[in-house]
């Protein structure tokens, strides 16, 4: 039988690592969490350093938790089949069925059809998918058609988001559209599919897709000319950050190749780095991802700072971590980034937290 306290007190398992990028580094690791699975792993972390951790049970469960800066573990009731991802900066977390979790409110529906009534309701729509700091939900539903569309809630009211004005004054006829993050400034990054209506059905020729960010007003972001080369398990989702700033990233199956770019809306978008597959960064242009080895079948994580790589791998290695299991899942403004690592055997939630300057 499992049994497992709603909250309780984590002891820090610490390790500092020296000499990283010249500064100092502390290691830490959800212990009462791993007392009684063998498996976790961190899905999202805020700008207060939180951790949203999905772990397995001794029976086989699947639970999450939010692992606080200070060592805490709040468990989230089980509530089957809903599935948790995002945690937001306010202590919210996002998951699916329009579900909502907060140490204030517990388990709570989000519901937009009150709003807008078209809503198609199922396991997938709506969908909540980015929350900042200011409370701003964004999401996705389906209408009675299965097109997609996207909405903002915000103080306790949903209104559908629309480009479509916009996008025809660039040439886009829209089809559906997608939201995918929102930031601080309520900068909205997202993707549209475009094309034009059939001449004999209710429906729509589609024609192609691309990329967006809409502040004060509609901005095209121009994907990389090797996107369409791309394996697509090993394309990742664009990033936003509180610069309007917009992270790519993909890898090229036939050589191996992977290449991160940085757009932004003054000059467009330029290569970072020809060796790197980045999967998240901050404010300060840290990111985080993973080099690939063609000859090892096998990539290895890193932080690129300041033009330089920083391989995680290595340096953990000689802490008890024996290897990387997956992509770190984010990097906040404090520089303090989580990846799932193997240790003891296991495979577990792990927290990097920089000691020395600030990034």
């Known amino acids: ?46 700008a207060h350093d939180d951790v949203l951790i999905e772990f397995h049970t001794e029976g086989g469960g699947r639970r999450y938790a939010v692992w606080s800066s200070e060592g805490d573990i709040e468990i989230l009731p089980r509530r089957h089949p809903i599935t948790f991802w995002k945690l937001g900066n306010s202590g919210a977390v996002l998951g699916n069925r329009s579900t909502m979790w907060s140490y204030s409110t517990g388990i709570q529906k989000i519901d937009i059809t009150k709003d807008i009534p078209d809503v198609k309701l199922h396991s997938e729509s709506p969908k909540l998918i980015d929350i900042n700091s200011f409370g701003q939900i964004i999401g996705t539903y389906q209408d009675k058609d299965h097109i997609e569309h ?36 309520g900068s909205i990054l997202g993707s549209f599919k475009y094309g034009s209506k059939h001449p004999l059905k209710d429906s729509w020729i589609v024609e192609g897709s691309r990329y967006f960010l809409m502040n004060k007003e509609l901005h095209l972001i121009d994907s990389p000319e090797e996107t369409e080369m791309y394996s697509p398990c090993m394309a990742f989702q664009p990033q936003l950050n509180n610069n309007d700033q917009v992270l790519m990233t993909g890898f090229k199956d036939d050589t191996g190749v992977s290449k991160t770019y940085l757009w932004n809306e003054k000059t467009g978008k330029h290569l970072i780095s020809d060796n790197l597959l980045g999967v998240g960064f901050n404010d300060s242009g840290q990111i985080v991802g993973g080099t690939i080895s063609p000859l090892q079948a096998q990539y290895m994580p890193c932080i690129f700072d300041q033009g330089q790589l920083i391989e995680l791998d ?46």
Not at 160 to 180: M, N, P, R
Request: one cysteine or more; charged letters at 15%.
């Open 1 to 46: 039988m499992y049994n497992f306290p709603i909250k309780f007190l984590l002891c820090f398992f610490i390790i500092t690592i020296h000499s990283l990028q010249g500064n100092d580094y502390k290691i830490d690791i959800p212990n009462a969490i791993i007392a009684q699975s063998r498996w976790s792993e961190p899905l999202s972390i805020n």
């Open 150 to 185: 996207s909405f903002i809630w915000e103080n306790g009211r949903a209104h559908k988001f629309s480009i479509d004005k916009e996008a025809v004054k660039l040439g886009y006829q829209i089809s559906s559209t997608s939201v995918l993050a929102i930031n601080d400034r």
């Open 314 to 359: 290595q340096v953990l290695q000689d802490f008890g971590v024996t290897r990387l299991n997956r992509f770190p899942k984010g990097i906040n403004n404090n520089g303090v980034t989580v990846f799932q690592g193997q240790l003891w055997g296991e495979c577990h939630a792990i927290r990097c937290t920089p000691i020395g300057k600030n990034p």
